[in-house]
Structure formats: structure tokens, C-alpha cells
């Protein structure tokens, strides 16, 4: 077993494997495991918090070089399984994507996407 300590309130929580990002179960933040602090035998591993307030949407998915399909966190653009992703955050974000995407449709013509922009070219 290894511990974590939530970096917001401090509440230690045990894990068979330390999980790349975890919710606090007492104040509910998303902490980010520093395995680099985790000391010998009973120190708790500490934790960063989300930079940013929209922490609990996924900012996009990538593809990953091996063919795994990984949702990226809005914090720091961790790249999680959707497993890995409901089991810390709760829920489906292939859900929330495309809930996202229409809304991204949705009465916004003529709006430019600047990172396909490049694709563009301009031939001579
Ligand atoms: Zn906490």
C-alpha cells in the first residue's frame, strides 16, 4: 500500500498503486500524486493541486503512440484511459465530449479554429 496526502486538506488515502491523478474523498479536489516526495515506510506521498478551475472536464483525447485512445485533463494534460478517467473522476468523458463538441456547433458559424489553420496552406 501506498499513501497520498490530499495537498488541499491533508486527508491521507491508501492505494495499492499510486493512481496518476485522484478525487479527495473528504474535501473532493483533484490531487495529482508526486511520487518523487513519497518518503520510506510511513510518509504519505504529497500531491499538487488543478492550476485551473475547469480541472474536472477533460481538455480533448489524443491517440496514443501504441493505439490507446487517452482523454487529457484540463490541469496539466495528463493523458488517462477512459477507465483510468471514470475511475477518477466519476463519470464518462466520451459522454461529456461530445456534449461539448455540439455545443462547440452550436450558433457559431463562421468562427475559426486557429489550430486547423495551418492545414490550410496557401499553394504558391
Ligand atoms: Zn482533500
Not at 496518476?20 to 506521498?45: D, H, M, Y
Request: charged share 25%; aromatic share 6%; with cysteine.
Amino acid at each position: 500500500m501506498i499513501a497520498a496526502k490530499c495537498a488541499k486538506c491533508g486527508t491521507i488515502r491508501e492505494f495499492e498503486r499510486l493512481p496518476k491523478k485522484f478525487c479527495c474523498s473528504e474535501c473532493g479536489i483533484l490531487n495529482t500524486p508526486q511520487p518523487e516526495t513519497a518518503g520510506s515506510g510511513e510518509q504519505a506521498c504529497g500531491c499538487l493541486l488543478p492550476e485551473r478551475p475547469e480541472w474536472r472536464l477533460p481538455s480533448g483525447e489524443i491517440d496514443s503512440p501504441d493505439g490507446i485512445h487517452l482523454y487529457t485533463t484540463a490541469d496539466d494534460a495528463t493523458g488517462l484511459t477512459r477507465e483510468e478517467w471514470i475511475q477518477i473522476f466519476g463519470y464518462d468523458p466520451e459522454i461529456v465530449l461530445k456534449t461539448m463538441r455540439q455545443l462547440g456547433k452550436e450558433g457559431k458559424e463562421g468562427y475559426v479554429n486557429t489550430s486547423t489553420l495551418g492545414h490550410r496552406g496557401h499553394a504558391r
